[in-house]
């Protein structure tokens, strides 16, 4: 289920997300959107981001039709798109970008701490890609990406990655 922010009226897809769009807009610029927290959740900045979301969803209205704004479908927007660069797969891109609901991002879950979880792999975030019909630039622009999120997912070797940029030979 979907709400509005009862301040901006923003769409969000769940209770969680509107909570997190509330407390990081008060706390990166204050205004009506802190004013709003204050008078109405006693200690917002004090408790867990799911109580945060279990009090504001009681402020706000729900929006069931459409998480966010726009008439459109992102699944034939994708698809039906000439500007997608040669060598990505439009369909893959765009069945990565939604789950079977029509929601955002479901194929790769988010982890206890908010992040992304799951493994980089094959299957991972550049599985939409034909890395083959991608020059030799581009090709080792997308394999230090991966590198570089093995090792922040804590999986990859940080001997592997240079942090300027330069690259290293394995």
């Not at 209770?15 to 917002?44: F, Q, R, S, Y």
Request: aromatic share 4%.
């Amino acid at each position: 289920m979907g709400y509005l922010c009862p301040v901006c009226e923003e769409p969000f897809g769940g209770g969680e997300p509107l909570a997190n769009h509330l407390a990081v807009t008060a706390i990166l610029h204050g205004g009506d959107h802190e004013a709003w927290l204050d008078e109405t959740v006693v200690n917002w900045d004090a408790i867990s981001r799911g109580d945060l979301a279990d009090r504001v969803v009681d402020h706000a209205e729900t929006a069931d039709d459409h998480d966010h704004p726009g008439e459109h479908s992102h699944v034939d927007v994708v698809s039906e798109r000439s500007d997608v660069p040669d060598g990505v797969d439009a369909d893959a891109v765009a069945s990565d970008r939604t789950d079977s609901s029509g929601g955002m991002g479901a194929s790769r879950g988010t982890g206890p701490s908010g992040g992304m979880s799951g493994s980089p792999s094959d299957s991972g975030p550049f599985s939409a890609v034909d890395t083959d019909a991608l020059d030799p630039e581009a090709q080792a622009i997308l394999e230090e990406a991966t590198a570089y999120t093995r090792v922040m997912a804590g999986e990859g070797d940080d001997e592997s990655v240079d942090p300027d940029g330069e690259g290293k030979e394995s």
